[in-house]
């Protein structure tokens, strides 16, 4: 009998490693899915939070491809050993703070690790060439499979025909004609290919997964290490990122402002780690201080704050400050004006 060969997919929760890992199941590979969680994972946190979002499936859309393909997902913990892969990039950023192609190598490395402690043989990834520019070129794709120690392990279904054979074509664990030669960026191909296959409910191509391409949060991850004078963070810090109007009002600290009901009830977890502020006299927002702060800061915080609260054109509103003890004290300020609020403050 021949020996049924076994991979583990990289499932991102996209439309491209839904479609790799089926078109190697097709060709009669046990296929298992692998999700490595740093936690600049786009879904799961906004998506739950904000009411633009509200009409988004709330999904883990690994865990969703996972049950789509009938197949077992792996989520591996790596946020610690990422930070030396953000902090130091050996190739460097892209647009952003997003270490693309070495956050690939890594994870194909843990990858091709992990295929070795559990008897796989080989890995599937969803990669196209010339859709990403700094992960998925022609000229980086061998850096991938190289550096990763994966080498001819590696296998990209969907653009395969582009690219020497890998191990997995040459033993004939698969047909090399049953891949895909897609290129560039355009996502018509993958889209006809999930029509093919029967699947017309999937996460967004090229809408993206990881928070470190976006471009605000990347200017909100750089302030912070500026602030902290290191690169350095926490999953607290990950998390309050994500949501919230940030502003820079001295280097010692920044103010975190609500910017609706979603965000404020998300917040209020955070107020033993964090002196946090609200209107009481107005309906307003509610506010968390990241920092070191005078009671001349605590003043300034409050009237920014009440500038963002329905009594912004009132003659004074009320503040409550609540310290990470539970202590509380009221403030009554002026509103800030709008053109005293500087725009560098807004992170």
């Not at 936690?39 to 939070?49: K, L, M, Q, R, Y």
């Not at 409910?201 to 997964?209: S, V, W």
């Not at 920092?291 to 609260?309: F, M, P, W």
């Amino acid at each position: 009998m021949t020996q049924q060969r076994k991979a583990v997919a990289l499932i991102s929760g996209g439309l491209d490693s839904l479609l790799a890992a089926r078109v190697v199941q097709e060709q009669g590979v046990h296929v298992e899915g692998i999700n490595f969680y740093t936690g600049f994972c786009v879904e799961g946190h906004t998506h739950a939070i904000r009411k633009k979002d509200r009409a988004k499936p709330k999904r883990n859309n690994a865990l969703w491809v996972a049950e789509q393909l009938g197949m077992k997902l792996h989520i591996v913990d790596i946020i610690e050993e990422y930070k030396q892969v953000l902090f130091n990039p050996k190739h460097g950023y892209g647009a952003n703070l997003n270490p693309c192609l070495d956050c690939k190598i890594f994870m194909v490395k843990k990858a091709h690790e992990w295929i070795q402690e559990n008897g796989f043989d080989f890995i599937i990834t969803g990669e196209v060439i010339g859709q990403r520019p700094m992960s998925q070129r022609k000229d980086t794709m061998p850096v991938i499979a190289r550096d990763s120690g994966a080498t001819n392990l590696l296998l990209r279904p969907l653009c395969a025909r582009n690219l020497p054979e890998t191990l997995p074509e040459q033993e004939g664990w698969v047909d090399r004609e049953q891949l895909f030669d897609f290129s560039g960026r355009t996502r018509k191909p993958q889209m006809a290919l999930a029509e093919k296959f029967g699947f017309d409910d999937y996460a967004q191509p090229a809408g993206g997964c990881c928070f470190l391409t976006d471009a605000q949060y990347s200017v909100k991850l750089a302030d912070l290490w500026r602030a902290r004078g290191e690169k350095s963070y926490e999953m607290d810090d990950i998390m309050l990122l994500k949501v919230g109007r940030h502003l820079r009002l001295s280097p010692d600290f920044k103010l975190i402002i609500s910017r609706e009901e979603g965000e404020g009830n998300f917040m209020q977890g955070y107020r033993n780690q964090y002196v946090s502020l609200k209107t009481t006299s107005h309906p307003g927002p509610m506010a968390l201080v990241d920092g070191v702060v005078s009671e001349q800061d605590l003043q300034l915080a409050a009237r920014v704050l009440a500038r963002y609260s329905k009594g912004k054109t009132a003659e004074s509103v009320e503040v409550e400050i609540r310290d990470m003890d539970a202590n509380t004290r009221c403030l009554k300020v002026a509103p800030m004006g709008p053109l005293e609020i500087i725009p560098e403050w807004i992170l």
